[in-house]
């Protein structure tokens, strides 16, 4: 017995495709019936804000721990609370942050060896890889609060280009699930950290309220306003362009309509054909400046010279003069 296999339909990927896949880069799904909100233009007023707030983390660290750390912001996305919530590990030192006048509140996640590590260094300990994953003790949670009094200070700074906050500590939560800063289905924006303590990378991230942060955004995004003076020299340098541009000289071409002809015409021709060109007798000429048929004309004579009167503007493509 034979059996039978089903066709082959080949698959054809365009251009861009094809650039995918030797790249190596993987598409990114996207769900229509949640769109993202968060323009490009106010995802870069954010990084620039928040690369500002990294490089302040990586100092703050630097003179807390007395050992050279680095922090960089490795990028801004926005998802649901629920979404961040659940990136987070189990156990984790989850910060909540009032930032008036901004409604709502932030979250700043600090993972919890990263905070440890932190810990044993500041109390004199070797800072080792391997620590206790335990809420703290009083003087320990004391210490750790110091740190994060002065990241928050540090994050004053960063955001001042979008609004003016005023950081305050709202509480600490050891599972992120119970820190509730945000509704489950809330937009929020979220800002990874790459925070480098004695050459080990830990991910910090600071969640930021949406809904209160997108009118900042959007104000701190639109254009300066123009006071008086600078739009009445904007209005004069206008028309002295207007009026140089009028006095430009452009070459004006009068022309028949194409007419097409045959390679074996073209090269039979000699001195004394005639050939019959496609435009009618009655109809006018093209008034043409570059490629652009602004005009209508009938040809006659002024005085000893050929001349074209403009008959017809009408209907003309004007779209490409300049």
């Known amino acids: 017995m034979t059996s039978l296999q089903p066709p082959r339909v080949p698959v054809h990927l365009g251009a861009r495709g094809r650039r995918r896949a030797r790249s190596g880069v993987e598409a990114t799904a996207y ?7 968060l323009s490009r233009e106010h995802t870069r007023l954010l990084q620039v804000s928040l690369e500002g707030f990294a490089r302040q983390m990586g100092t703050v660290f630097t003179a807390a721990l007395r050992s050279v750390c680095t922090a960089q912001l490795r990028g801004v996305a926005q998802q649901t609370y629920a979404e961040h919530v659940d990136s987070l590990d ?5 910060v909540t942050v009032g930032i008036e006048p901004v409604p709502g509140l932030a979250l700043l996640d600090l993972p919890l060896p990263a905070v440890m590590g932190a810990l044993d260094l ?3 300990g070797p800072g080792a890889e391997e620590q206790p994953v335990r809420p703290f003790t009083e003087i320990e949670h004391a210490v750790v609060e110091g740190v994060v009094s ?3 200070g540090e994050l004053r700074t960063g955001l001042a280009g979008i609004v003016e906050v005023t950081p305050t500590l709202v509480g600490t939560e050891y599972h992120a699930q119970l820190a509730q800063a945000a509704a489950a289905s809330d937009v929020v924006v979220v800002a990874s950290f790459d925070l480098v303590v004695k050459e080990r990378s830990h991910r910090v991230t600071l969640c930021l309220p949406f809904a209160g ?7 701190a995004a639109a254009p300066a306003p123009v006071s008086e003076r600078e739009r009445a020299q904007r209005s004069h340098a206008a028309t002295l362009v207007d009026q140089r541009f009028q ?25 004394g054909d005639v050939v ?9 000429l093209d008034v043409v400046v570059g490629a652009a048929t602004f005009a209508r ?3 006659g004579t002024h005085g000893a010279r050929l001349a074209a009167l403009v008959v017809d503007t009408a209907g003309t493509d004007t779209q490409e003069i300049r």
């Open 213 to 219: 942060l997108h009118p900042h955004l959007a104000r």
């Open 90 to 94: 189990p156990m984790t030192y989850a």
């Open 31 to 37: 769900d229509f019936r949640r769109p993202i909100q």
């Open 150 to 152: 002065r990241l928050l």
């Open 247 to 271: 006095d430009v000289p452009v070459d004006a071409v009068v022309r028949f309509h194409p007419t097409r002809l045959a390679p074996g015409v073209l090269t039979g021709l000699a001195v």
């Open 297 to 299: 004309a009938t040809a």
């Open 122 to 124: 500041m109390l004199g």
């Open 276 to 284: 019959r060109l496609a435009h009618g007798s009655s109809a006018p």
